[in-house]
């Protein structure tokens, strides 16, 4: 594919022309009164062309900006530190060049904790122009099969699962590796779930149902009842769960009198 640019009747009526051909050299030809056919020597690779009435610009491959002729405007002074150039334009005293990188993470994925057995997802936000590549890492250096997309979703998660997630994400320009979200999965002892109406009655007993500071016991579900009679519950809340989990009512009663008693202990 040859890429043709006519530079039109700008300051003094030039007249010139450009030539991108498919060897990634540049032709030029016409009115060269600021020495805007005046290819430099060695160009090379050059992907798009552009031109002002009395300058020029070549894109090259690894999105670079070459730009020669007149410069009464600053307009050959080719930007440098905004990355690699996906496009260029030009006018009679200016140059216009947009950038594809370097790429910037919007949004980093976030430590999570998650319960074993259980699913979770890392999510991540990237400014660049497309396309983009995605991989997802463990411990930085194992990279997650199947996983190049945005978001990383994990299922039934493991103990060995606990650690550091990545993500690359890379286009033509360039590429950015995101922070490490940390994972820690934690276990799910076994839980007495309440699914009817329920008195538990410790009259007569010494009974206690203790949490061990760090469990779920009993699960109440919703719009039923838990009735604890004479029962001691200790140990029952921390921060790696809690002895009693209600979504429904738990009552404490003392139907035997003063004689008798109950103790719920949720420190």
Known sequence: ????????????????????????????????????????????????????GHNSLALRSKGTVVAWGANTSGQTNAPTGLGSFVAVAAGSSYTLTVSGGPLRVLLAPGNQTVASGHAVEFRTAVLSLPPLGYQWFFAETNSISGAMGPVLHLTDVQFSESGAYTVVVTNGFGAVTSSPALLRVVGVPPTITIAANTVLDGSGHQLTISGGNAV??????????????????????????????NEGSVR??????????YRLVMP
């Open 252 to 261: 404490a009663t003392d139907p035997g009198g003063a004689g008798r008693f």
């Open 216 to 245: 779920c016991v009993l699960f109440v579900n919703t719009n039923l009842a838990l009735t604890l009679v004479n029962l001691t519950i200790a140990n029952g809340r921390s921060d790696k769960g809690a002895a009693l989990f």
């Open 1 to 52: 594919m040859r890429l043709l640019l006519c530079l039109g009747a700008v300051l003094g009526g030039s007249r010139a022309g450009l030539e991108a051909q498919t060897n990634g050299l540049v032709v030029a030809w016409g009115q060269n009164s600021s020495g805007q056919t005046n290819v430099p020597v060695g160009l090379s690779n050059v992907v798009a062309i552009a031109g002002g």
